[in-house]
């Protein structure tokens, strides 16, 4: 028995309708997946920041303000209990939240 021309055509169609369903996902798993990288990547340098930051600070060498490309390290020195330290916050657009980093002086 075969299908007539309107079957086919309903099948062809649904068919095409999968093939492009499997490539929106296919394209929002790569989106996704780009962006986590990002993240990772921004982070990544975030963490580098902090530490040179309060590197510069320990050999009293430090700005206030310490930037590179989009990120943005901010000193500033804590004192509690006796004990000094110095926190650095480094923020950024690919930063999901700010990163924070204490030393104590």
């Known amino acids: ?3 007539s021309k309107g079957a086919i055509l309903l ?6 309708a999968i093939m492009v369903l499997v490539a929106l996902t296919l ?9 986590i990288a990002d993240t990772a990547q921004a982070v ?10 309060l ?10 303000v ?3 490309a989009s990120l943005t390290s901010t000193l500033t020195a804590l004192h509690s209990n006796g004990i000094s330290y110095w926190q ?10 700010p990163l924070a980093m204490v030393r104590v002086q």
Not at 27 to 35: E, I, K, M, Y
Request: aromatic share 2%.
């Open 1 to 3: 028995m075969s299908k």
């Open 11 to 16: 099948d062809v169609a649904a068919a095409a």
């Open 27 to 35: 394209g929002a798993l790569f989106v996704s997946t780009l962006q």
């Open 44 to 53: 990544t340098r975030g963490r580098l920041l902090a530490q040179a930051h």
């Open 55 to 64: 590197e510069l600070a320990s050999a009293g060498q430090a700005p206030d």
């Open 66 to 68: 310490l930037s590179e």
């Open 88 to 97: 650095v916050e480094v923020t950024g657009e690919a930063l999901p939240k």
